[in-house]
T-cell receptor
Framework: AQSVTQLDSQVPVFEEAPVELRCNYS??????LFWYVQYPNQGLQLLLK??????LVESINGFEAEFNKSQTSFHLRKPSVHISDTAEYFC???????????????FGQGTILTVHP | GAVVSQHPSRVICKSGTSVKIECRSL??????MFWYRQFPKQSLMLMAT?????????EQGVEKDKFLINHASLTLSTLTVTSAHPEDSSFYIC?????????FGPGTRLTVL
């Protein structure tokens, strides 16, 4: 079975500062990796995903994450955050079974990013 | 992107009553839908996987007789919390799978008094 660990439950930063949200996973088979963002009282929105190919993936709003197989990590980064980035971020994995990437997801505990002015 | 809706967004009910939550894929067909539960300040926990036209597969520790799931069509899945109790109060989120991805609904906040 796979598991996901998000090392930081809360990350406070100032606006325009860089940020890294850490995510480590464990699995005996290859996985697909995802980052989701959740605003208060809302569902999850996909931020970015790694399925195959380039290990560096980017979102449209400036976030990026790098899949590091040797360290079993998929840390999320942004070089300069905005107030609007304040939200909870979840890392998730699912097993690359049969080539499908939309199966059961295992989520990390979540990291609350708070951007201060 | 693909859109998933949930109804109602919030519901308050008395202990012992049953509550039905609907999950609809608005612009795509979801062969598989998932139901998650999220307690305050915690992550999402998968409750069950629902495939259209067949019985749902429940995760360990989830009572199938308490959380009834019906996936009657490719665009609709329902979760019924039967004989709800205060400990069932939670945020319930569904998702539908398509295009190599899961698309999440906005969630339903259930409060059982």
């Amino acid at each position: 079975a796979q598991s996901v660990t998000q090392l930081d439950s809360q990350v406070p930063v100032f606006e325009e500062a860089p940020v890294e949200l850490r995510c480590n996973y464990s699995s005996s088979v290859s996985v697909y990796l995802f980052w989701y963002v959740q605003y208060p009282n809302q569902g999850l929105q996909l931020l970015l995903k790694y399925l195959s190919g380039s290990t560096l993936v980017e979102s449209i709003n400036g976030f990026e994450a790098e899949f590091n197989k040797s360290q079993t990590s998929f840390h999320l980064r942004k070089p300069s955050v905005h107030i609007s980035d304040t939200a909870e971020y979840f890392c998730a994995v699912n097993v690359n079974a049969g080539g499908t990437s939309y199966g059961k997801l295992t989520f990390g505990q979540g990291t609350i990013l708070t951007v201060h002015p | 992107g693909a859109v998933v809706s949930q109804h109602p967004s919030r519901v308050i009910c008395k202990s012992g009553t049953s509550v039905k939550i609907e999950c609809r894929s608005l612009d795509f067909q979801a062969t598989t839908m998932f139901w998650y539960r999220q307690f305050p300040k915690q992550s999402l926990m998968l409750m069950a996987t629902s495939n259209e036209g067949s019985k749902a597969t429940y995760e360990q520790g989830v009572e199938k007789d308490k959380f009834l799931i019906n996936h009657a069509s490719l665009t609709l899945s329902t979760l019924t919390v039967t004989s709800a109790h205060p400990e069932d109060s939670s945020f319930y989120i569904c998702s539908g799978s398509a295009y190599n991805e899961q698309f999440f609904g906005p969630g339903t906040r259930l409060t059982v008094l």
